[in-house]
């Protein structure tokens, strides 16, 4: 099975040496998404904030491949306070409606650039 690399253009540049996807076969692993802008890379204010920007980055790579929320089957949310949980649920609920997909939800001591919110993905064509 071959792999494809996938970087999107319209998606913020990865901050280290990672690419925003690969897709083996049908399915496709998305590097982790924080809430940066795309166009300045700077990570908006909040958690709810960083949380809206990381799942328009999502869409915007599931978009790259030709897929959308509705082909995502595992998502792993990392958090740097679980206090805001509820909050994120509620945007998670808004990106993801009718069959949700598996999930963990775990709380980091620190995320890169500073960040609140990251959401990584596993979605299948």
């Given at each position: 099975?071959?792999?494809?690399?996938?970087?999107?253009?319209?998606?913020?540049?990865?901050?280290?040496?990672y690419?925003?996807?690969?897709?083996?076969?049908?399915?496709?692993?998305?590097?982790?998404?924080?809430?940066?802008?795309?166009?300045?890379?700077?990570?908006?204010?909040?958690?709810?904030?960083?949380?809206?920007?990381?799942?328009?980055?999502?869409?915007?790579?599931?978009?790259?491949?030709?897929?959308?929320?509705?082909?995502?089957?595992?998502?792993?949310?990392?958090?740097?306070?679980?206090?805001?949980?509820?909050?994120?649920?509620?945007?998670?609920?808004?990106?993801?409606?009718?069959?949700?997909?598996?999930?963990?939800?775990?709380q980091?001591?620190?995320?890169?650039?500073?960040?609140?919110?990251e959401?990584?993905?596993?979605?299948?064509?």
């Open positions: 099975m071959s792999k494809t690399v996938i970087n999107a253009a319209k998606a913020p540049a990865a901050v280290g040496p690419s925003h996807a690969n897709a083996a076969g049908d399915t496709i692993y998305i590097s982790g998404q924080l809430g940066l802008d795309p166009e300045t890379g700077v990570l908006a204010e909040g958690v709810e904030a960083q949380a809206k920007t990381g799942f328009e980055n999502l869409k915007t790579i599931l978009t790259e491949v030709g897929v959308s929320f509705e082909n995502v089957v595992k998502t792993t949310v990392f958090l740097t306070d679980m206090n805001d949980f509820a909050a994120v649920n509620d945007i998670y609920a808004q990106y993801f409606t009718g069959e949700y997909p598996a999930r963990s939800c775990v980091v001591a620190a995320l890169p650039k500073g960040a609140s919110f959401i990584e993905a596993i979605a299948a064509k």
